[in-house]
């Protein structure tokens, strides 16, 4: 099999910034390419994109014995950081994997540890060929297009409010053209702890031309001119980025341009053409705590669990980095939404904001019903949101730790969202469904027992109220994103047994007794779509099993 690989790639600083934050490296021996477009201002964008590059790197080049690799000299097992990943995936394809969880660590390692580089993140995006796949991961605007039969296709999805708001049909495509906001990221390295990751498993064909840019390129040339430049006679493949980055420049240049580009020539072996996408939470914390050690022994660097608990860690950073907290989206009926004036640039007044009603036609001369208290504390140990899990009425949304302020709020539908100082989004929750007090008085009314089977009598008197500590049941709720055509017919199976429908169940809760459970959502082919196993429920306790 006669495979032939070129690579070349490019940067410029643009017209604008005062320093190059961008990092590029590439290996035509390890058939690898990667792109990191650093943030946070002055020195802080150009080592976190640095860092971010050279741990991948680090990994990507290591040499690899029958258990792990050898990188600076120190053993790492890669069995060990992707512990906690369900699917079969190739050995470089974990490496990728690896090595963006062990770069985000290393990048907020170093801004904990060093007062000057507070705040600096960077997005990553890398290409690695394997047989006859590339294999793409990335985090963040940072894209990958593929030039096949003169057609240019964008292959990634940017982590972005921008992009959310498209997907989400919030914004129509001409509002998106003007939008102001374009550079909120919904995902960064370097932010928090930990980090979801998308990959991309796909078969290459003879001839493909794939271009690896930061968005500094692709915000500044629309698709159609990429592909013309990338289409067009240029000599060489360096001349060819070389030309990209020049026409970037000459049509914006208010931002750092870096692109890379890997020619695929020569005879390629196929099977059956495979396109496989998988989005990666958050590790898990064995694989979190075998992060910190490797950070510990291979960059001989004190890791955030050296110094300090890893959640008391995570609040601090993002007290520092969080100005304000905002976007409630609300819209009266007839009204078609628009979102040209949104903006997370500016913290709306919370007085007036609670003053708005929630979303959906309001009936004239129909009273709005009071939806309680949506609070935001800071919360110093576990005990105490236990203790408040069993309060009547009370619903734990999320563990944001971070704010003390209690806001009034009509019952409806919200949006929440956090941005730090530098307009990148921290956290978004979208879809929060805030009940009226009467309903929450009532609450959840289906009770399910230890075999997954429910039950509509027994105990519906129960489960009118929240459970106490002394009540041999938890209350248990669905979250994820289940919006889409995939999970539109799933249904929820506990311990092998159909529960009930996502669409049902995403916006109510119901109990299980207390044990050990698996969860899957399956589609309606039976194919298992997600997975949580081994789920310890405890009496009277509120959990949020996510997805």
């Not at 943030?39 to 991948?56: D, N, Q, V, W």
Request: charged share 25%; aromatic share 6%; hydrophobic share 40%.
């Amino acid at each position: 099999m006669d495979q032939q690989i070129t690579i070349a790639s490019a940067s410029d600083i643009g017209t604008v910034r005062e320093e190059n934050e961008d990092f590029h490296f590439f290996s035509v021996s390890r058939k690898f390419l990667v792109v990191c477009d650093g943030m946070g201002g002055h020195r802080k964008g150009a080592m976190a994109s640095k860092i971010a590059g050279e741990t991948l790197r680090d990994l990507m080049l290591a040499k690899e014995t029958l258990r792990d690799i050898v990188v600076r000299n120190k053993f790492f097992d890669i069995s060990k950081a992707c512990q906690d990943l369900m699917e079969e995936l190739p050995l470089p394809a974990k490496k990728l994997i690896a090595g963006v969880r062990l770069a985000n660590r290393h990048i907020l390692s170093q801004s904990l540890n060093n007062p000057d580089l507070r705040g600096m993140g960077t997005t990553l995006v890398a290409a690695v060929l394997h047989q006859e796949e590339i294999i793409i991961a990335n985090v963040g605007d940072s894209r990958v297009y593929r030039l096949r039969e003169g057609k240019v296709t964008c292959m990634t999805t940017d982590h972005s409010w921008l992009n959310e708001l498209l997907e989400d049909e919030e914004i129509s495509a001409d509002e998106a053209e003007h939008f102001q906001k374009k550079n909120v990221l919904t995902r960064a390295l370097g932010m928090t702890p930990k980090v979801k990751v998308d990959l991309l498993i796909e078969t290459v064909e003879p001839g493909d031309l794939y271009l690896v840019c930061t968005d500094g390129l692709h915000n500044a040339l629309s698709e159609e001119l990429i592909q013309s430049v990338l289409g067009a006679q240029h000599g060489s493949l360096q001349n060819k980025i070389n030309n990209l980055v020049k026409s970037a420049k000459l049509m914006d240049g208010a931002d750092n341009i870096t692109g890379g580009l890997i020619h695929l020539s020569g005879q390629w072996k196929f099977s059956n053409h495979r396109k496989s996408k998988y989005t990666f939470d958050e590790e898990s914390e064995a694989v979190s705590t075998y992060l910190n050690q490797s950070l510990k022994s291979v960059y001989h660097q004190p890791t955030c669990a050296n110094r300090f608990d890893l959640r008391k860690i995570a609040t601090i950073g993002l007290l520092i980095s969080i100005l304000f907290l905002t976007a409630i989206f609300i819209y009266r009926a007839k009204t078609t939404r628009s979102l040209k004036s949104a903006a997370i640039g500016g913290a709306p007044n919370l007085t007036e904001v609670v003053k708005q009603a929630p979303s959906g036609p309001t009936p004239t001369g129909v009273t709005l019903q009071k939806g309680g208290q949506l609070v935001l504390l800071q919360v110093g140990a576990p005990k105490y949101i236990e203790q408040m899990q069993n309060l009547p009425g009370v619903r734990i949304l999320d563990s944001l730790n971070m704010f003390n302020n209690q806001i009034p709020v009509y019952a409806g539908r919200y949006t929440w969202a956090i941005a730090d100082s530098n307009e990148r989004l921290l956290y978004k929750k979208k879809n929060i469904l805030l009940k009226s007090l009467k309903e929450i008085e009532i609450g959840p009314n289906q009770v399910a027992n230890g075999s997954g089977e429910r039950s509509n009598n027994s105990h519906n008197a129960r489960a009118r109220r929240l459970k106490g500590a002394e009540d041999d049941s938890a209350l248990v709720y669905i979250v994820g994103n289940f919006n889409s055509d995939t999970h539109s017919d799933a249904a929820l199976y506990i311990n092998n047994v159909k529960y009930g429908r996502i669409a049902r169940l995403k916006d109510q809760g119901f109990y299980l007794r207390t044990g050990v459970y698996s969860f899957e959502i399956r589609s309606a082919d039976d194919e298992i779509l997600q997975k949580k196993s081994n789920v310890k429920i405890f009496p009277g306790e509120t959990i949020a099993i996510e997805f």
